[in-house]
């Protein structure tokens, strides 16, 4: 009975300081997380696993994000030991997040448990087993990790060592099979795990078989073997779908490895104690990277140390814990991050290089875990040293209240969730569609740098988590590794709503667009409301449910409607100089065609004239995207060899061939091949690197707010050296402005052979407000480094931009009046209503001239306080004087934004706005007139009043 108190007392005990150490977690469980990031992802990780297993284990790792890959739960972890224990949680209160939370919080508990019950297993005294369980449970290393609840779910590895300490005392089969079952959960909580307690068990059994006689028994060894046969059993149908995911998502560089640095060992959380104090980082550093154990841990670790006897058991965790401190350093030893290496090869290298796996895994500094084990452990042999001394429960009770002191980083952050009811209605909605629609929301991203953005990952995840409440497949996603599709679909997102994203979108098969005007300003709903309509009918709209705007795509391409190839090739040729032929591949559907996996193309070639020939093979790799009508790809041969020669062509791609034969002769009046596609022949030199051709996906004429695609083809003439270079296309106004671009190879060119055609695709949104008339393209080539050009700019084409005729439609104010005798203003958009004090608000003008207009003026707005005051003020000429009135057509809306500084200090209330135009060398206003010509007093336009709200 006696025993059963002490039991209950010190899981009362672990369970509190759980609950202290987190807090406010445990009062917001059921609705908040960390962040909007990797612990949304693990929440619809769990309930993934809850939903799957019970439904489709067989198809676990077909998670329905990244459509159309398969196997797409791999990129990421499974957490399938975790969702055992979550999967009722779940089932009883349909909440998700409360079952995230639940985990993370016994995983602190049960961390401190099973390291309690290891040390009282080796040094048979509960105190020591209490402190040991308090430092591994709660030592700064597990708070720097909150966000992972892969990483946080380290309590098997306690158990296992647990159960392998028992079985080398006992040679009971039931600690056998315990051993091999905690390690398979550990395994299938968290991969990373999977690998390191490899190590930590290969490095434990490797200093027993030196000390420890049993382990010198076949008996023994053949116990260990079917434990380790049961535990890979369990773990190998959870293991396998990575190796194949790998082909998919590739791997990690060796250069991507983030290893810990010598002053990660001394890093402590932000909001804990010793970061007031701590002269070395005071919390500046990566949160992820707190290696600091405790000062209270080093100490009794280093009594554990000191104490005579028992090396044969305490010295296996010390050898564990010196390994894993030097395997975290990773492939490079920095004494800070970002720092010249100490070191430029480090023991870590032989895991990366030659053990199968460590190739998929970033942090090797996360193997710190098994070395806060082994400080655990130590401290607890440490403590237990203390057994016979006078004041014992003393030092015990100090020492218990400095660790969780010194522990202490609170509060604990937590964000609010939409769980239940609270969730957008419009996920109901789709869970009650047609099983296998597949989804896109927009805005779906910010930047196509996503993971450096802040922005686009946050909301990439939360669209995942409510995935939960439908379970409709998606082309997007958030995890740990991204699939080459993937961004092409960020690179077409960002240019939705455009034709060439919607073709795009349909290639994929998507059917519904979800777009949630409430993520959109007034002004960009607006915006996006027109362009929209102007797609109609490939996106047909269904209505809305809430903020959300639903549309629905036509089919996309069907199994009749496939690629087909042909073969063209020039008449003439010239001996001395490369020739082109040229594969055209037709997709007749409206659709883009989409492939998973590039395809690959060979041609094989051969010129003969009488008995003598030359033959060979090029190959190469056609675009993922294939829009719809004519894709034209250049391939170059080597030059005519006689002026008699004929050339016969086999071309295959995939399950698409073609042959052809044709007589390449001298004539002055040869006709080069024409395409249906516009496509163009250059000769830009930019070296090493040659621009020969260029595709454009659309005529001469773009409505502003389109997407410009580009494809540029490039062949390779040298070498690159160790350069990194990139290309870029620039679209240039009358006025030699860039008005828009893109830059960055599709694919490196450094993965080119010399001679070889690279293909190199760009979007270009042209701006909204951008003015009608005559633009250019342009293309080049330039060092990332140095930002050093090579070669010459060139120009591709020459492009005519022209505004959408519902234009006037976006402006959220409408408000007609006329200044002077020819300009109208049709009305403005604030980019915030109401504002706050210190913010810079965008006000965008919408003019109109109704006639020439003859004179240069500037722009002048206001916001002005009761007593008429000016708090913010901005006068320019239209558009930063790139427009000025001088050159408005006639019927042209001309889109000017101006911005206003508010100050820090304003106080709340409602401002007057005002606006206008003046001549600036004589400071005369143009009169302003309402719509009845009844003349403005002070010649000024009035705005609705705007409120101004304190800074919070």
């Known amino acids: 009975m006696y025993s059963r108190v002490k039991a209950l007392a010190i899981i009362g005990f672990f369970a509190l300081v759980t609950i202290v150490l987190t807090y406010p977690l445990i009062f917001h469980a059921a609705d908040t997380v960390e962040n909007y990031g990797d612990p949304l992802l693990n929440t619809w990780t769990l309930a993934w696993d809850v939903h799957q297993l019970t439904r489709a284990p067989l198809d676990l790792f077909n998670a329905p994000i990244f459509y159309p890959y398969t196997n797409t739960l791999a990129y990421s972890e499974n957490l399938v030991a975790s969702a055992i224990l979550a999967a009722p949680i779940i089932w009883l209160t349909h909440n998700p997040v409360l079952a995230y939370n639940v985990i993370v919080l016994l995983s602190f508990f049960l961390s401190a448990i099973g390291t309690y019950l290891l040390v009282v297993e080796l040094v048979k005294d509960r105190l020591a087993g209490i402190v040991a369980g308090l430092i591994f449970a709660f030592a700064p290393y597990r708070f720097g990790q909150f966000s992972h609840l892969q990483l946080l779910t380290a309590q098997w590895m306690p158990f296992t060592f647990l159960f392998l300490e028992r079985f080398l005392r006992r040679q009971r089969w039931r600690d056998a099979l315990g051993f091999g079952l905690c390690l398979a959960l550990q395994s299938l909580s968290c991969v990373y795990y999977a690998f390191y307690m490899g190590i930590g068990l290969t490095t434990y059994l490797a200093y027993a078989v030196f000390t420890d006689r049993s382990l010198r028994s076949r008996t023994t060894w053949g116990k260990l073997l079917v434990a380790g046969t049961l535990s890979i059993l369990l773990i190998a149908p959870f293991t396998l779908p990575y190796f194949a995911a790998a082909e998919n998502v590739g791997t990690r560089s060796g250069d991507a490895q983030q290893g810990a640095t010598l002053q990660n060992y001394v890093t402590v959380p932000a909001r804990s104690l010793w970061a007031r104090v701590w002269p070395l980082n005071n919390g500046r550093f990566h949160t992820e990277h707190t290696f600091w154990p405790g000062l209270m841990a080093l100490i009794l670790a280093g009594m554990g140390l000191l104490r005579d006897g028992h090396w044969r058991r305490k010295g296996k965790y010390l050898l564990i814990a010196l390994v894993s401190v030097v395997l975290s350093f990773g492939p490079t030893l920095l004494l800070r991050p970002g720092g010249t290496p100490l070191l430029k090869w480090m023991p870590y290298d032989l895991l990366y290089y030659y053990v199968p796996g460590f190739t998929s895994m970033r942090v090797p500094a996360r193997i710190v ?88 990952a946050p909301l990439l995840a939360r669209r995942q988590y409510f995935q939960v409440y439908h379970w409709q497949p998606t082309v ?387 916001l002005s306080a009761p007593d008429g005051s000016f708090i913010a003020q901005e006068d320019g000429p239209p558009r930063d004087g790139h427009h000025p009135t001088t050159q408005w057509r006639v019927g042209e809306v001309v889109i000017d934004q101006h911005v206003w500084s508010i100050p820090e200090d304003t106080l709340p209330g409602w401002y007057q706005p005002a606006i206008g135009m003046y001549e600036l060398s004589t400071g005369e206003r143009l009169p302003v007139y309402d719509e009845n010509g009844v003349p403005a007093e002070g010649n000024l336009v009035l705005l609705a009043p705007v409120e101004v709200r304190a800074a919070e």
């Open 476 to 862: 997007m996603g958030y995890s740990g590794f991204y699939p080459p599709l993937f961004w092409h679909t960020a690179r077409y997102s960002l240019r939705f709503p455009s034709e060439v994203s919607v073709n795009y979108l349909r290639g994929l098969g998507v059917r519904y667009v979800l777009v949630h005007s409430d993520d959109l300003s007034p002004s960009q709903w607006a915006r996006w409301q027109v362009q929209l309509t102007n797609l109609e009918p490939l996106l047909r709209p269904l209505g809305h449910v809430g903020e959300t705007w639903i549309y629905e795509l036509s089919p996309a391409v069907r199994e009749k409607e496939r690629l087909t190839l042909k073969v063209r090739c020039p008449e003439e040729a010239k001996p001395g100089e490369t020739y082109y032929v040229y594969l055209v591949f037709e997709n007749p559907s409206a659709a883009s065609h989409v492939d998973l996996d590039r395809r690959s193309y060979r041609v094989h070639y051969t010129w003969q004239w009488g008995r003598e020939s030359v033959e060979g093979e090029i190959g190469g790799k056609l675009p993922s995207v294939m829009n719809p009508g004519q894709t034209v790809i250049p391939v170059a041969l080597p030059p005519l060899p006689s002026e008699k020669a004929q050339l016969t062509l086999t071309v295959e791609s995939s399950d698409l061939s073609a042959t052809t034969e044709q007589v390449a002769q001298l004539s002055a009046d040869a006709v080069p091949p024409s395409f249906d596609t516009p496509f163009f022949t250059y000769r830009a030199d930019f070296p090493p690197l040659r621009l020969t051709h260029a595709a454009f996906w659309h005529d001469d004429v773009y409505q502003a707010g389109e997407t410009i695609e580009v494809t540029l083809f490039w062949q390779r003439i040298g070498s690159l050296g160790d350069r990194d270079v990139t290309s870029y296309v620039h679209l240039i106004d009358a006025q030699g402005q860039k008005a828009s671009q893109h830059g960055g190879f599709s694919d490196s060119p450094t993965g080119w052979q010399i001679g070889e055609t690279g293909i190199d695709r760009h979007l270009l949104n042209i701006p909204f407000d951008a003015p009608p008339g005559d633009y250019t393209l342009v293309a080049g080539v330039y060092e990332r480094d140095t930002q050093k050009h090579l070669g010459k700019t060139t120009t591709l084409r020459k492009i005519v931009v022209e505004q959408p005729g519902n234009l006037p439609d976006v402006i959220t104010h409408p408000q007609k009046t006329k200044l002077g005798d020819a300009i109208y203003f049709l009305g403005y958009d604030l980019s915030a209503e109401p504002c706050t004090a210190g913010e810079r608000v965008k006000l965008t003008l919408y003019w109109q001239a109704n006639a020439p207009v003859h004179e240069d003026y500037t722009v002048f707005t206001h």
């Open 369 to 456: 875990v098994l070395a806060m084990l082994g400080i655990a452990v130590l401290a607890g042999y440490g403590m237990s040293s203390w057994r016979a001394r006078r004041g014992r429960k003393f030092l015990m009770i100090t020492t218990i209240v400095l660790l969780v002191v010194e522990y202490i980083a609170l509060p604990v952050n937590t964000v609010p969730v939409e769980v239940g009811d609270k969730v957008p209605p419009i996920y109901r909605w789709l869970s009650a569609q047609e099983p296998g629609s597949v989804t896109v929301e927009f805005p779906s991203l910010f930047s196509s740098d996503i993971l450096s953005d802040n922005l686009s």
